[in-house]
């Protein structure tokens, strides 16, 4: 999931168009006036404030997969690539073999 560190306006307007929300409806969402949705939209550098910080991490966790998606898209996120599970039972399987070969060392040279 996108976890946003600090909300701007530009932030909480790609939420709201992943929600698919008019600024009325999203204002209401979130027990806020509509005029602070719309400067959020003409200032996209605002940075609300903390409890408005909360509310908006609330919503985007509550949200529908789909609108999680979205929202990174909004952004310009790529979501992280899938991990190939057989790459990493090989890199599971190397770490383990080399493990063994650093204890063996060890116990013939304690030196070491």
């Not at 976890?3 to 008019?22: Q, Y």
């Not at 919503?59 to 990493?88: I, M, T």
């Amino acid at each position: 999931m996108t976890v946003i560190d600090e909300w701007t306006g530009r932030h909480a307007n790609a939420l709201r168009a992943a929600l698919r929300l008019t600024n009325e409806a999203f204002a209401e969402h979130l027990g806020i006036s509509p005029r602070t949705v719309t400067k959020w939209r003409e200032r996209p550098e605002m940075v609300p404030s903390p409890q408005l910080q909360e509310a908006l991490d609330t919503s985007l966790r509550d949200a529908e997969e789909d609108a999680k998606l979205r929202f990174a898209a909004n952004l310009g996120l790529q979501p992280p690539p899938p991990l190939d599970q057989a790459a990493l039972k090989q890199l599971n399987n190397a770490i383990g073999d080399l493990a063994r070969v650093l204890a063996r060392l060890q116990v013939a040279d304690p030196q070491r």
